[in-house]
């Protein structure tokens, strides 16, 4: 820890269920792009995609963080670590997976329309001007487009996390252990 800061138990506690979410949000959304792109071309592009991205954004920042040449040094470095570069690559293709698979779930969804963004921002308009200066709705669209949808993401992202189903069909949630 930076400066000798020691975590208190509440403060790993807190972390730990953030990853733990994460990390079971990430499976829960690999598991539905799986099924929705099951033996289809989209499947295929995408996977291609992450592995171009692995190989050109993601590797060489690696090798250089860990002071090595190829991706064989690395494994071995890794290795010394107890880490794996095949886990570390399969995690973040299940990145590109799930993210890619709730891109095109939610694009639709999450555009504001004109009205999501005037209701917005009436709604709101003192949090965009001051008494001596309003401004008007031309002034500040973007800024509200932005939030709007980020609040849309936000929710839309949630509710296709809490309907996807896993892998084996039942219906259970992991956070709660049901």
């Known amino acids: 820890m930076p400066g000798g800061y020691k975590p208190t138990h509440a403060e790993i506690k807190r972390l730990t269920s953030i990853t733990l979410d994460m990390l079971i949000e990430q499976r829960l959304l ?36 860990m002071g090595v040449v190829n991706a064989a040094e690395l494994e071995a470095k890794l290795a010394e670590q107890g880490r794996s570069l095949d886990a570390i690559r399969e995690s973040y293709k ?33 949090d965009f001007s001051n008494p001596a200066a309003p401004a008007s709705f031309d002034a500040v669209q973007e800024k509200v487009r932005r939030i709007v949808q980020r609040q849309k993401t936000e929710r839309e992202s949630n509710a296709l996390i809490r309907n996807a189903p896993p892998a084996d069909g039942r219906h259970h949630d992991l956070r709660r252990g049901r």
Not at 100 to 117: C, H, N, V, W
Request: aromatic share 8%; net charge positive; no cysteine.
């Open 94 to 126: 299940r990145d590109i997976l799930a993210r890619g698979y709730m891109e095109q779930k939610l694009r639709a969804k999450i555009t504001p329309s004109d009205s999501d963004l005037r209701d917005y921002y009436n709604a709101h308009r003192g």
């Open 30 to 65: 690999t598991q539905a792009a799986q099924r929705a792109l099951k033996k289809s071309a989209q499947m295929k592009i995408l996977m291609e995609f992450a592995d171009k991205a692995w190989r050109e954004e993601e590797l060489p920042p690696l090798l250089q963080e």
